[in-house]
Structure formats: C-alpha cells, structure tokens
C-alpha cells in the first residue's frame, strides 16, 4: 500500500496574508485537496503567525472531512490552541523566528521535559501527536520513550541534494543516495520500536520517488512543491478567464 498525503496548505495563506485579505481561501484550498485524493491537510502555526492564523485553526477543524494535521511549537500558547480546537493530529516542531522555514528537526533529546509534558497533555486530550525529527536514532528513541506516537523524518538534507546543481554532480547523487539510506534505516528502526512513521520538508515531484519506496513510512507531508506547481497548472487557465471578462465587459 502507498504512503498517504497530507499536503501542507501553509502557502495559500501566505499570498492571503501578503495583502492581509481574504484570498486565496485556505478552506477552498483544503476542500480542492480532499476532492483531488489528499489524505489530510497540513498546516504550521508560528508564533509569528507568518501565514496560517488562529481562526484558520477553528475553520479548517469544521471543515476538513479527513485528516487535520497541526504542526506546532511545544509552548503553552500552542498547546491551548490544539486544546480549544482539537485537531486530528499535532505535529511537534522546532521554531525560530528568523527562520525562512522550519530547519532540521526538534531536538526531542536535549529539550526531553517540555517536550514530554506537552505529549502528555495532548494525549490526554485525545489527539494523536507526531514530533518532527532528523533521521537519527538517539532522537527516535527519546520519541518512544516519552509517549510520541510518530516520528516525522526530516527529509531537508535529501530534499537540497536534489536541488539544482548539487543533483548535477555524480557527488551530490552519491550523497543523496546516502540519505536516503539514512532515511531508510531511521524508519526501520522507529518502526521497529512500534512508532507510526512519516517523513517530509523539501520533498518534490522529482525526488518523492526515492522515499516512496521505503515501505515503513506511511505518510509524506509535502506543501511547497505542490502549491508551487498549482500556480503553473492553474495559471492558463486564469489568464484566460479575466480576458473572457474584459472582453464581456467590453462588449456592454
Ligand atoms: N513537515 C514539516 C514538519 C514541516 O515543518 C513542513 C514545512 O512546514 C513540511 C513537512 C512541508 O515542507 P515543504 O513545504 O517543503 O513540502
């Protein structure tokens, strides 16, 4: 059976909130994805509230049919947000402000007490919880131990070795051949421990493959390529549409 899909709607809101209106919807987003064969629906609420905001939380929760998927800081302001709005699944995640998008994994290891308390708290509530984390042992293991459900493979280091003119080169190819490997074993051995396992950030139409095929993940989380693509797929297509208009404007 293949992996399912969450895709991450993340970037919908991010051309909302370059003009703070209100389009595109991410609802319509998330409603286009379930009709196309998504599995679930992603998003990432930051501190800085960047793109997905606290009522896109409340809407999507009412709206989305299969699976709601948070990522989330382990702060006291983003636990109250999965409490007030019960998402399916909580996805655990490192944030820091500067960052362009989320780098590497959560270091479950070094940040093991706030980490456990907030899985405690949102297993009690019922919601499934995920931590995202680089593909090492140590950092699987401290996950099992400490109640998390599934691991989330960080899959960035594979991702920029198929970017562009490191992929080119025969050392770039080897290196990611590597990583794979690396993502491979890590999800062997999470699955062995008896964790759910997933994987994503940086993943593309070109590089999916290759993870695709490691039978013990079964959930990719994939946002920016997709939406990326969506605006070439729909893009004729509008032009065209606002031209039928001027014209029929024109025409009165
Ligand atoms: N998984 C996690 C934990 C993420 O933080 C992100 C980005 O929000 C993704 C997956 C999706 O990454 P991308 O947008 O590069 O597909």
Sequence with gaps: MSAKLNVNIDHVATIREARKTIEPSIITAAVICEQAGADGITV????????????????LRDVVTTYLNVEMAATEEMLKIAMDTKPDAISLVPE???EITTEGGLDVVKNISVVRAMVKRLRDAGIFVSAFVDPI????????SIGVQQVELCTSEYA???????AAH????????????????????AHGLGLKVAAGHGLTYRNIGALAGISEITEFNIG?????RAVFTGLYRAVEEMIDRIRLGASV
């Design 137 to 144: 042992n140590e950092q699987i293991e401290t996950c099992q």
């Design 160 to 166: 920029d070795l198929t970017l562009g003119a490191k």
């Design 170 to 189: 025969g050392e770039g190819t080897m290196k990611a051949a590597q990583e794979v490997k690396r993502i491979h074993d890590a999800a062997v051995h």
């Design 224 to 228: 920016h390529n997709i939406i990326s």
């Design 96 to 98: 820091s402000p500067d």
């Design 44 to 59: 990432h609420i930051r501190g800085d509230r960047r793109h997905i905001q606290d009522r896109d939380i409340e809407l």
